[in-house]
């Protein structure tokens, strides 16, 4: 019943690969975030737009990711040359605001396997 | 920047027990606060969200308890049936800041018949 959508929902990849998995949030959410959940729960935060500005990203993501949310069309999230290390569900959320009191709405993820 | 220790790890109960799991995080700053939970192969579904200016939230089945004081945050599932097996995740937020969630690392709870 989720209505963030996130494709693929398997992505399947060799090391050195490119990774792309998109997200298409809530309608009407401005607020679009990326989060990496690895195979022990443990959450990382990626980076988060408002419409199509970067509001932050970590260090990992602005070295070894592209990340786009283009007016009008799905947001993306791009690993340039996969790890093994990167292989983690990708969970998208989306919300109405920076403000959280909306919690963000999250998508099914995209699970990502590296070989 | 802002942690929160989530406890326990893993929690196996009968089912009609209650089953309580906590976070503390460190960032007084934090304000918004949420109990997610996550079933295998499904997003995360939220179940409460807490704001700094209460304490004590009921919902349908299970009891979220915010203490300022001590920087912690609980979930207390009463008469946890089989349907409550997931992976449960605390989460918070500062006020100022864009919006970025710290999570807890977890708690997966089964409940057996």
């Known amino acids: 019943n989720s209505k963030v959508i996130q494709t693929p929902r398997y992505l399947v990849k060799g090391q050195g690969q490119k990774a792309k998995m998109r997200c298409i949030p809530e309608?009407?959410?401005?607020?679009v975030f990326w989060y990496q959940q690895n195979k022990n729960n443990e959450f990382k935060f990626l980076i988060n737009?408002?419409?199509?500005?970067?509001?932050?990203q970590i260090d990992m993501t602005e070295k070894r990711f592209s990340a786009e949310c283009p007016s009008n069309s799905p947001c993306s999230l791009e690993i340039q040359s996969s790890e093994a290390g990167d292989s983690a569900l990708y969970l998208c959320?989306?919300?109405?605001?920076?403000?959280?009191?909306?919690?963000?709405?999250f998508g099914e993820g995209t699970r990502l396997s590296v070989l | 920047g802002e942690q929160v220790e989530q406890r326990p790890p893993h929690l196996s109960v009968r089912e009609g027990d209650s089953a309580f799991i906590t976070c503390t995080y460190t960032?007084?700053?934090?304000?918004?606060f949420f109990w997610y939970k996550q079933e295998p192969g499904a997003s995360l579904q939220l179940l409460m969200k807490?704001?700094?200016?209460?304490e004590i939230n009921e919902g349908q089945g299970f009891t979220v308890l915010l203490n300022k004081k001590d920087k912690q945050l609980s979930l207390n599932l009463t008469a946890a049936h089989p349907g409550d097996s997931a992976a449960y995740f605390c989460?918070?937020?500062?006020?100022?800041?864009?919006?970025?969630?710290?999570f807890g690392d977890g708690t997966v709870l089964t409940v057996k018949p």
């Open positions: 807490v704001f700094s200016s209460t």
């Open positions: 309608k009407g959410h401005p607020v």
């Open positions: 737009f408002q419409n199509q500005e970067v509001l932050q």
């Open positions: 959320a989306s919300s109405l605001s920076t403000v959280n009191n909306q919690a963000p709405l």
């Open positions: 989460a918070v937020s500062a006020r100022t800041n864009t919006g970025k969630l710290t």
């Open positions: 960032d007084p700053n934090s304000y918004y």
